[in-house]
């Protein structure tokens, strides 16, 4: 049972994918505890016109409290938020998430790029932006958004990305802090977000 926390989120952590990205969402969500004290944001790339079935998968595997977003959900700790197909996700500076349909980025909607950099301009140094398994580029300008505003940005390496395009186009941008395989990823923002994570 998923104990719920009305904690607003002092970090927010973004997670984007693409191709190969349902594994690499469970390997990193499934070991994240349900008192992270932090909101997690999901963007996985998906066809516009199927129903998403991430956010009930991505909640029987996690501790975490797992839903699809709606626009004014507030970020609270210990819960994830995925971004519905064909919306693109954003979080806005009072911790709530926004839902619009503007026009595609890299082809795509939901956008990593529009997530991170709205997560940059609104949590600063209390923004992880981490890239997952996918193909293309979405992410790599969204991550040195992130990085500029003094948060952390984490890629996991080509040995265990099904697909590298997305998290090699942002190690291209040099904003990766931390590239690391799939299984190393939770604890490294498990220690990102208990590290400092008040104000």
């Not at 104990?3 to 952590?13: F, L």
């Not at 932090?38 to 516009?48: D, G, K, R």
């Not at 026009?103 to 140094?125: G, Q, T």
């Amino acid at each position: 049972m998923h104990e719920v926390s009305e904690t607003r989120a002092e970090r927010v952590v973004g997670l984007a994918a693409s191709a190969g990205g349902l594994n690499a969402l469970l390997g990193v969500v499934s070991k994240l505890p349900g008192n992270l004290p932090a909101a997690v944001v999901i963007v996985q790339h998906l066809e516009p016109t199927h129903q998403s079935m991430i956010a009930s998968i991505l909640n029987r595997r996690t501790d975490l409290r797992v839903s699809e977003a709606r626009g004014g959900d507030r970020l609270l700790a210990g819960h994830a938020f995925v971004a519905p197909p064909d919306r693109h996700l954003l979080v806005n500076v009072n911790g709530t998430l926004s839902l619009t349909q503007s026009e595609l980025v890299h082809f795509v909607r939901p956008s990593a790029d529009l997530l991170f950099e709205s997560l940059a301009a609104s949590y600063k140094e209390r923004a992880i932006a981490v890239v997952l398994s996918g193909t293309g580029i979405d992410g790599s300008l969204g991550t040195t958004a992130v990085k500029k505003m003094g948060g952390l940005v984490i890629a996991q390496d080509e040995a265990t990305a099904e697909f590298f395009g997305m998290p090699g186009a942002a190690i291209e941008t040099g904003a990766v802090e931390l590239v690391l395989p799939l299984d190393e990823i939770s604890a490294a923002i498990v220690r990102s977000t208990t590290l400092g994570a008040t104000v």
